[in-house]
């Protein structure tokens, strides 16, 4: 259908739309998606010249802002040199480079990644390891995951297995993918103890609990405390079970610290990363294992190596985006930007909370929500935001914003303003 919020369609778009199928899009009603041509900064803009103040970083991932010199550079240069080669039997700085930075930057003994292009395989890539991790220890029979309700890790087959299998997007497939072991996260001391009879019961068939540490992203933004990530650490020590934390959405200092674990002072034997691994450039996500994980693969039986290997694995482009970025969150004071975006963020959502048809509002980090009491036409919300000059997707009942790390407060401002109003008018 006609979007009627374009003024006119580029041809490029016409002739295109009809051919290109849409994430998580139902193709016959959805209006012509937004035509942007440039990007920069914390503004998209659009075909008509028209700029949006982006309140989503792209999913998630444009942490230092769009087209950042500093990363368009370290990549442009590294296309002139070799923008790909494989990594079977030969091997590149960029990669090189990054692995070790990797494991200099998490904590604990997390030193060992393995590459891959996107957050959903690198859940796949982690769950293979969990398994044959304890294939190769020589215990039989731990081949299954505990997951969490208000779970999500990826669209593939597997990391659909350990999201929330009775909400979010993926319930068609139930009976289509195996089945995991899905409970409550134990958010509290009583909640502890069930999921400590829970595991006294399965660990024998569980390889790893897995889990969106702090932040349950896609599936609602539920915010947890670090308290819940370290009981989650003892009961995985108790029970003899891996511990794999998806730090895909909130890595990279989304939540306040660099990595959720490391405000919780605790280390997972295998974590994921991607999203603003890249600060939004490049498609890339880590797969982060603990070295006790890593020597399980470590024998003269050739069986023992992890059989994984995609064809793009430790692309040089984006390992070089990927340092880029790094330097940025080394040199540039993201940490101090995201506690002063979550002082705005509370500051002016705070006042949300008196409009009717709002159940909450949260804030944590850099991500802002307001959570409306029903569900409402998402389509008119994402329409009247645009028409206000910004661009914020809502899904099921949340409104939020995770806005590039580095926005600047009256940007920020007009963000929550249209919010605001927004709300306002659709409760
Ligand atoms: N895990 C988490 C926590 C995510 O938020 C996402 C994406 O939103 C994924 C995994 C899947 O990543 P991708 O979309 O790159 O496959």
Redesign the pocket.
Known sequence: PRNPLLNDVPRWLEEGAPHLWLPYTQMQTVPMPLPVVKTDGVRLTLADGRELIDGTSS??TAAHGYNHPHIRQAVTAQLERMPHVMLGGLAHEPVMTLATRLAKLLPGDLNHTFFSE??????EIAMKIAVQFWINSGIKGKKRFVSFRGG?????LA?MSVCDPDEGMHTLFKGAIAEQLITGLPTTPEKEAALDAFLATHAHEVAAVMT?PLVQ??GGMIFHDIETLKRLRRLCDKHNVLLVL?????GFGRTGSMFACEAAGIVPDIV?L??ALTGGTM?L?ATVARTKVFEAFLSDDPSKALMHGPTYTGNPLACAAANASLDLFEREPRLRQVAAIEAQLRRELEPARSIKGVRDVRVKGAIGVIELEAMSNLDGLKRRFVEEGVFIRPFGKIVYTTPPLVIGEEDLARLTAAMLKITAEAA
């Not at 996107?118 to 859940?123: A, E």
């Not at 999500?152 to 593939?156: E, V």
């Open positions: 999913w998630w996107s957050g959903s395989v690198s859940v999500y890790h990826g669209d593939t990391a969106e992203g896609a998806d730090e895909i959405f909130v994921t991607s999203k498609a996500a």
